[in-house]
Each structure stands twice: as C-alpha cells, then as structure tokens.
C-alpha cells in the first residue's frame, strides 16, 4: 500500500518539479527546490521512493509517479526515456519489438522494453513496466539514430533496416519471425535494400541473413539482383526459419532454411 502521507514540504517538492517538466530529475535538482542539504535531501527521496511517489531509476536519479494516480499509479515519463535514463549514459539503442513499436511496424501492443546496450544490466520492472536489456559489444552498436518521443526528449532507436536484422537474428525478442515479416511488408516502401544487405554483410549472422532472403524471396521484395547479394552469406547448415517453432518441416537448399513456418501465414500478412 502506498503512503500518503506526503506533507506540505513533499508535496511541494514533487509539483514544483513536477510543473517544471521534471518528471525525472536528479538529487541536485530536487535540492534547489528543496532548498535543504544533500543528505537531508537524499533522505527526503529515499522516504517517497519507499512511500510509492518515486521510482528510483539509478544512483541518484528518480521518476515521479503522478500525483494524482492511485496504488497502480504508472509513470507520467516516457517510457523509452526510462530506458535511457537506466542504462545510465551507456551507449545504448532501442532494438527489437520496442523498436518495430516505435518505428509503427507491428499491429499488436508491446508491454515490455528491450535495450541493447553495452553495459549489463539486470532486468527490472519499473513501475509495472518490464525492461530487458540485451548485451552487445561497443562495436555491435551501430545502425541507430535519436528519435524524438517527447516534445522535448529523444532517446536512440535502431533504423528500419537494423531493426528487421536484430528481429531476424533474435525473433525471440520479437514474439517470432511472422512478427518481424509484418513489419517488413509494413515498411516495404521506406527500406532501403541495398543498406539492408549491406547491415546483413556487417552484422555477420547467418541465420538472420537467410531469413532476410527467405523473406525477400517470398514477398518479391527487392530486386533479385540484392536478394543474390545475400546467398554468400548462407552456408552449408541447415537453420530454423522460427527457432521459436518446433523443428519441422521441409527444408529449402537455396536458402539453407528449415521451412518450420507456414509460409500461406507469412503470405496472409500482405493480404491483410
């Protein structure tokens, strides 16, 4: 059960950040409205953090919940900035479902974030809201530009053509390879071909690569001059189309695929 006990002090605290557009804001911050000592300060947030008012996000960096919200309050903060503030300056990007959310190319809610970032990270739920970080080396953090999801905040979220490969590479991530095809054909007009070849080449992962191909294949997407431009990149082992589907099915020797997915239900997306 939440506190509400806030006090006059408190109170003040969290509407006059609150009305400054702070809803996520710093000790130092807190401590010019406050006009109190650091330590008196940190005590101050520490008791509305456990109170339910706050949300720590890091060492010294909290969220607010509305003030007028009930015990299932939810943040009035973006959730994407979220994202960005628990990574905690790390380089970072928005990346699989949250970024094929972002980016319009889904046609169901997504509940969770998920980061790819360099640091690693516990995953948490801040404030009902699950966040999963997926870990990568600096030099994997590549293909991603800052978007703006607030007025006034931007955090960084993989383009299209990254965002469709780490789909690829981790349909896990993505509730499977059907979702990551839905947005595929969703943005077929805005990809650029040749830069996803090109993303498919530098991130090196063969299975992605042949689902690009499989995919791009199916839909007629492309020229087959771009789709040949992935076939050096298939091997001789045989992957899962969905590695989240049980392993069966025929297999296809051009793209080195095991063809564990419909493929009438892929083709139902475009139809849709």
Not at 89 to 110: K, Q
Not at 189 to 199: G, I, S
């Amino acid at each position: 059960m939440y506190s509400k006990n806030l006090g006059v002090e408190s109170a003040r605290l969290l509407t006059t950040l609150a009305g400054q557009g702070q809803i996520i804001f710093t000790v130092d911050a807190a401590m010019q409205v406050y006009g109190k000592s650091y330590s008196a300060t940190v005590q101050t947030l520490r008791r509305l953090d456990r109170a339910g008012w706050l949300v720590r996000l890091n060492a010294g960096k909290y969220a607010i919940v509305p003030l007028e919200a009930g015990e299932e309050a939810l943040p009035t903060a973006n959730h994407l900035v979220i994202a960005r503030e628990l990574v905690d300056g790390v380089p970072y990007y928005i990346s699989h479902d949250s970024a094929l959310e972002v980016h319009n190319m889904l046609t169901r809610p997504v509940t969770a974030v998920t980061v790819t970032t360099s640091r690693r990270l516990l995953n948490r739920v801040v404030l009902h809201v699950p966040y999963q970080f997926v870990i990568a080396k600096p030099e994997a953090l590549w293909g991603f530009a800052p978007i703006w999801v607030m007025p006034d905040e931007q955090v960084q979220v993989s383009d299209f053509e990254r965002t469709i490969l780490d789909g690829l590479a981790r349909p896990d991530l993505c509730a499977g390879v059907s979702e990551v095809a839905t947005g595929l054909w969703m943005r077929k007009d805005d990809l650029d071909w040749d830069k996803l070849v090109a993303y498919a080449h530098r991130l090196n992962n063969r299975a992605a690569a042949r689902r690009l191909g499989y995919l791009l294949e199916l839909y007629d997407l492309a020229t087959e001059s771009i789709r040949n431009g992935l076939r050096d990149m298939v091997g001789s082992n045989y992957a899962l189309l969905d590695p989240l589907l049980p392993a069966e099915g025929r297999r296809l020797a051009r793209w080195r695929l095991r063809i564990n997915l419909n493929p009438e239900n892929l083709k139902g997306i475009v139809s849709t």
